[in-house]
Each structure stands twice: as structure tokens, then as C-alpha cells.
């Protein structure tokens, strides 16, 4: 398929789901989701982007006029509502623009981690009285199976992400500080091909800062017998990779030598339980078992793992208590 193929396929697979859901209109804001259905890139700015999907209708873009130039190299069928400079007439101009399309009091679906107060109250403010609800889940289940193009992608942004490290190890010494190491790491990303906006900063974090599992690179200086856990992912047409690896500076201690065979005999137990039709609760015990085991189990207060795609984090989220199948894809 082309790429206007793709995204008018994406779009009937939203409104399917949408009659499945009960749901009549979902409305986004820019973000990975308004990229996966239209191709679209827009910044999440003080000019507000919002974009409505009805079923089975082409959707309805509402944006600034200096973007509008992005709408010429759409393939498919899109309305447009332009809007200016002055704020103050941005709700009037939306309110006879939707005028007859959009019903006031109108249920419209939402990613409520996404959607902000911004969209809300100029909404309000053109008069359509919306009530939000939560359409985070028919959106995971629009995004959740990827196809070979993506699958491609996200391959390829491993591949950066491991060029970038390999080359950013020759740059590790005693005394260099994480803050340092993380610059290197963000210049070799670059250097070996990733998109310039990160799926996240790097984390580069040693010795005690170890134990934080978002722990923002400090000046504090590498030093003999010091842990360094390196987190970090690329970038690559808007879909990402998120790998984590962890390194000792010239000595391991017995206890982590323990320790790192046991999360490495869980990753591989977990491995070896998924295939499609499994609950990723089980993928999940799997790697839980062998922790528990060890005599680690307090410590293992997170979930194993979640999906990729164009976020860090997305569905599914292999987790204790989640009757989630997985599926090919």
C-alpha cells in the first residue's frame, strides 16, 4: 500500500472500532496517534491543533493558518477550519465552522494523557458543550498490532540506538561523569541516523543512582567497583526502540554477579512463555517465578514489560492481573 492507502485504511479501522465501542467521535490533539491516522506532524504549541474522526466521514482538521500548508500533501479526503492570530476569535471561528457538523453536548471521545484543558475550553468557548470520555482504549487497540512496514522501523531504530552505544563506550572512563556520558550518547544517536526529536533523554546513571529507574545524569564522576546502567532508545520515522544495559566498572561484586544471572534467567523465561493467544500475565509470572525464587521478589515491584511503537510506552503492558492476549503483531 502507499501511504494514502495506509492512512485511509487506519481511518476505517478507527471507525470499526469506534461502531464496535459505542463511540460517534474522537477527537485528537497532535501527538502519535493524530501521526498514525493522517501522517500529520504538528507541535503541542499555544496554537492549538485539534482534529475530529467521525465514522466513515473524512476528518476535520481545526489549525493555525500558518500550518496550514501541511494539508497540500495529504492523499486522502480532509476538511480544514484555518484560524488566525488572535485568540480571541479562534471560538468564534471553529463555532461557524463546525456549525451543522457537530451537534452541541456532542459525546467526544479523548487520550486523556494527552488532551489538555487548552482543547477543552476552547471548545467550550465555540459553544459545543462536549462531554469527554475516555477513548484511550479503542486508540490502543487501533495501534496496538503492527504491521511489517512498522515492525521495519522499529528494527532499524534499534540498530541506531546500538551503533550510538558501541561508539559512546570508547568515550567511558573513570572519572567521566554521567552528564557527560549522556551528551555522548545524544551527539552518537545523531551522528548514526536517529530523528532529532528523542523518544526520551538519555539515562545514565552509576553507583547508587542505579537504584532510581529514572534517574536524571548527574556530574557525579564514574568510579572503580561502580554499577553503570545506560537507558536510552532512537528515533526513527517516528518510531522508536528502548533498550536498557547495565556495565560494572572494573570489578562486580558476588551479590551482583548473583543478581544479574537472575534477571537474565527471568528475561529468558519470560521470552520463552510468549506466543500468541497467551495472557501477558503470564509472561509476566514467568519472569516473576524466577525473581521470587532468587529471594528478590520484594524488589520486583514493577511490570515486566510494555510495548513499542511511536511512544516509549504503549500497549501491551505485560503485567500481573492483565487478561490481555497477545496476538501476531
Not at 220 to 225: A, C, E, F, I, V
Not at 251 to 263: G, H, P, Y
Amino acid at each position: 500500500m502507499d501511504s494514502t492507502e495506509i492512512f485511509s485504511f487506519r481511518q476505517q479501522k478507527l471507525s470499526s472500532l469506534m461502531k464496535k465501542n459505542g463511540v460517534n467521535l474522537v477527537v485528537l490533539n497532535p501527538g502519535p496517534s493524530l501521526t498514525y491516522l493522517t501522517g500529520l506532524h504538528f507541535h503541542l504549541m499555544e496554537r492549538p491543533v485539534i482534529a475530529f474522526f467521525s465514522i466513515n466521514q473524512p476528518p476535520i482538521v481545526i489549525l493555525p493558518e500558518l500550518e496550514a500548508g501541511k494539508l497540500s500533501a495529504v492523499g486522502f479526503p480532509i476538511e480544514s477550519i484555518i484560524y488566525g492570530e488572535d485568540p480571541d476569535e479562534w471560538p468564534v471561528t471553529i463555532h461557524h465552522s463546525l456549525f451543522n457538523k457537530i451537534a452541541p453536548g456532542i459525546a467526544l471521545g479523548i487520550e486523556p494523557t494527552r488532551f489538555r484543558f487548552l482543547e477543552m475550553d476552547i471548545l467550550e468557548r465555540a459553544q459545543l458543550r462536549p462531554v469527554f470520555n475516555n477513548a484511550e482504549r479503542i486508540l490502543a487497540q487501533l495501534r496496538i498490532t503492527k504491521d511489517s512496514s512498522e515492525i521495519t522501523l522499529m528494527q532499524k531504530a534499534v540498530e541506531i540506538a546500538e551503533k550510538a552505544l558501541s561508539e559512546t563506550l570508547r568515550f567511558v572512563k573513570i572519572g567521566i561523569s554521567e552528564l557527560e556520558v549522556a551528551s555522548e550518547l545524544t551527539l552518537q544517536l545523531l551522528r548514526a541516523g536517529a530523528d532529532p526529536e528523542m523518544p526520551f533523554s538519555p539515562i545514565v546513571a552509576s553507583g547508587p543512582n542505579t537504584a532510581k529507574p529514572h534517574a536524571v545524569p548527574s556530574i557525579r564522576q564514574l568510579s572503580p567497583g561502580d554499577l553503570l546502567l545506560i537507558d536510552w532508545g532512537a528515533a526513527y520515522h517516528g518510531y522508536i526502540s528502548d533498550l536498557t544495559r547495565s556495565f560494572y566498572i572494573e570489578t562486580l561484586s558476588d551479590e551482583f554477579q548473583i543478581i544479574a544471572k537472575t534477571v537474565k534467567e527471568a528475561n529468558l523465561q519470560a521470552q520463552a512463555a510468549i506466543r500468541p493467544g497467551v495472557q501477558a500475565s503470564e509472561i509476566d509470572a514467568a519472569a516473576r517465578s524466577v525473581i521470587d525464587r532468587a529471594g528478590y521478589g520484594a524488589h520486583f515491584f514493577h511490570r515486566t514489560g510494555h510495548g513499542l511503537g511511536m511512544e516509549a510506552h504503549e500497549e501491551p503492558y505485560i503485567r500481573s492481573g492483565s487478561q490481555l492476549l497477545l496476538s501476531p503483531g
